[in-house]
């Protein structure tokens, strides 16, 4: 086997996953995620040649995953809903209570379902994948006080469509 083609396939053997995950996080569905991942995987497969030496594979695929996701949007203005589920985490903290975990998930898919693609983006890009503004605006092709206002109107209207989410965290401990 070609060498190149056995690093790209080890790539995407161990990094789909997580590309999934942010990709799911970024459409609210498990179909439309994987779309997203394919076509920003193919596209990666294209620019295989100068990224494998650079180690910024994960990176390019990511970036190129929400220039994709920016340009569906901008494609497609259509009422949104979340149908599938949202993914298992793995390992998992057992000592917390499965009702609580069930609540939890079901008000944070039905708080997000609520926001706009964009406003799912800066916080999946924030929060969950822990970027900076700067790196958040990057990705998206936006400036970053974009980033500032979309987040900071993110994170309003989740407290004012699910104010239980807040109530949920101080149950845990969370102060966040």
């Keep these: 086997m070609n060498p190149l083609l056995s690093e790209f396939d080890s790539f995407v053997r161990t990094r789909t996953p997580a590309l999934l995950r942010s990709a799911y996080l970024l459409t609210g569905d498990q179909h439309l995620a994987e779309d997203l991942v394919q076509s920003a995987l193919a596209r990666t497969h294209r620019s295989w040649n100068r990224l494998h030496d650079s180690g910024n594979a994960e990176a390019y695929t990511r970036k190129t995953m929400y220039h994709l996701q920016v340009s569906w949007w901008r494609r497609r203005r259509v009422a949104e809903s979340m149908p599938g589920d949202l993914p298992e985490p793995r390992g998992g903290d057992s000592t917390r209570d499965h009702a609580q975990q069930t609540t939890i998930r079901l008000t944070l898919r039905a708080a997000l379902a609520k926001l706009s693609a964009k406003q799912r983006a800066v916080l ?39 104010p239980e989410l807040a109530e949920l965290y101080v149950m845990e401990g969370t102060t966040r």
Excluded: N
Excluded at 141 to 159: D, E, M
């Design 124 to 162: 999946v890009l924030r929060f969950f994948e822990d970027r900076t503004e700067v790196e958040a605006a990057e990705m998206l092709g936006v400036t970053a006080g974009t980033v500032k206002s979309q987040t900071s109107k993110a994170l309003a209207r989740l407290r004012r469509v699910a």
